[in-house]
């Protein structure tokens, strides 16, 4: 059973910067595509950005374009989100996923709140 644990969330001033970082285990990390959700209170989670298995490809929202950096490291089995010039509409819980060919998994969120 792979286990997630995000990391790296708190209070951010508007405009600031924060890098989240999500550590993986009990999976083959290189095999899983990785992303990042996240969930503002009342609303629905949202895809923020995708990295394939080798790192080689990313997708990101359109509101986070420009703003926000998907990197992943296969050696530590861990996956990032650089987060830029942060909003207060980026307030939410991050979660990263672990997408897999027969399973995906999810780490519990970590809160990020950004200040205005």
């Known amino acids: 059973q792979g286990k997630l644990v995000e990391s790296g969330g708190g209070l951010v001033q508007l405009g600031g910067s924060l890098r989240l970082s999500c550590a993986a285990s009990?999976?083959?990390?290189?095999?899983?595509?990785m992303s990042w959700y996240r969930q503002a209170p009342g609303k629905e989670r949202e895809l923020v950005a995708t990295?394939?298995?080798?790192?080689?490809?990313?997708n990101y929202a359109d509101s986070v374009k420009g703003r926000f950096t998907i990197s992943r490291d296969n050696a530590k089995n861990t996956v990032y989100l650089q987060m830029n010039i942060l909003k207060p509409e980026d307030t939410a819980v991050y979660y990263c996923?672990?997408?897999?060919?027969?399973?995906?998994?999810w780490g519990q969120g970590t809160q990020v709140t950004v200040s205005s």
């Open positions: 996923k672990a997408t897999g060919p027969a399973a995906s998994y």
């Open positions: 009990a999976l083959t990390f290189s095999r899983y595509a």
């Open positions: 990295i394939t298995s080798s790192g080689g490809s990313s």
